[in-house]
């Protein structure tokens, strides 16, 4: 049994109106006994929309802590990156004593997949290759996170039952070389399926893809935010792991991985 979310927002993100103090409750109640917050920065959101107020998250925190001695509660952060921005994402994440960093691409051109007119622009097809290319920028600029968040999240948002990873290998395959040749993680985040993709990710093909390439560093996270959404199908998330090849799964604790057997 998967016993930690490695990816949970609460109100303390900007697209998250769950009180932290109900999420620990709805995420006690589903099993879990580790919990790691990783609310969202996002430095040069349109209209600063998701700058995080550290001090404060970190603060509610610590009062959080002591009521429930018997849940591990983490410390982290969802970055998004863009990669002129990592001299300030690296003065960022030196401030601050994370548990885990998560680095995602949320924005590609200065535009979120999220809405239409991205892919009005793109097109499907171009639209997810100009992600996956800003991924390999980004992890070219900065490599201060631990694991690489939702790698193809773009596809939610797409013509998702045409994507065949086959179509992007070549330039997956330098993202994950590239993220084994770091010593950094993916995470099996399973809001594919909450979303209805038939798959959680990213899809099962790339997971596979990554095992053999040597990865080894894999966290899994519901990416919720709300209490029904945490730990989101984890059940399906161990099946998931063992079909891509994994005994195991990550937690980080002070930015450290230590691998738990499923």
Avoid at 159 to 165: D, H, I, L, V, W
Avoid at 231 to 238: I, L, V
Wanted: charged share 25%; glycine share 8%.
């Amino acid at each position: 049994m998967i016993t930690a979310d490695h990816h949970t927002h609460t109100f303390v993100s900007t697209d998250s109106d769950q009180p932290m103090e109900g999420a620990i409750k709805a995420m006690k109640a589903k099993g879990l006994r580790t919990v790691c917050f990783t609310e969202h920065m996002d430095m040069d959101y349109p209209d600063g929309e998701f700058i995080l107020d550290t001090a404060d998250y970190l603060r509610r925190l610590n009062e959080l802590r002591p009521q429930f001695p018997d849940m591990e509660l983490l410390f982290g952060v969802e970055l998004g990156l863009m990669d002129y921005l990592a001299p300030r994402l690296r003065e960022y994440v030196r401030q601050w004593d994370f548990d885990f960093v998560i680095g995602s691409s949320h924005l590609v051109d200065g535009v979120d997949p999220y809405y239409p007119e991205y892919f009005a622009q793109y097109g499907d097809y171009n639209g997810i290759l100009r992600y996956f290319e800003s991924i390999l920028a980004n992890i070219a600029a900065f490599d201060d996170f631990d694991v690489y968040g939702h790698l193809d999240y773009v596809v939610r948002y797409s013509g998702a039952k045409s994507y065949r990873p086959a179509d992007y290998a070549d330039i997956l395959d330098e993202i994950l070389k590239k993220l084994v040749s770091m010593g950094k993680g993916i995470e099996l985040n399973t809001a594919g399926l909450k979303y209805g993709l038939g798959w959680a990710h990213p899809h099962p093909e790339v997971l596979r893809r990554y095992r053999e390439l040597g990865g080894e560093i894999i966290t899994v996270g519901s990416d919720g935010h709300k209490a029904e959404h945490y730990a989101w199908e984890f059940d399906s998330a161990e099946d998931i792991l063992r079909a891509a090849g994994f005994t195991h799964y990550t937690v980080f604790r002070k930015r450290k991985p230590e691998f738990v057997k499923i």
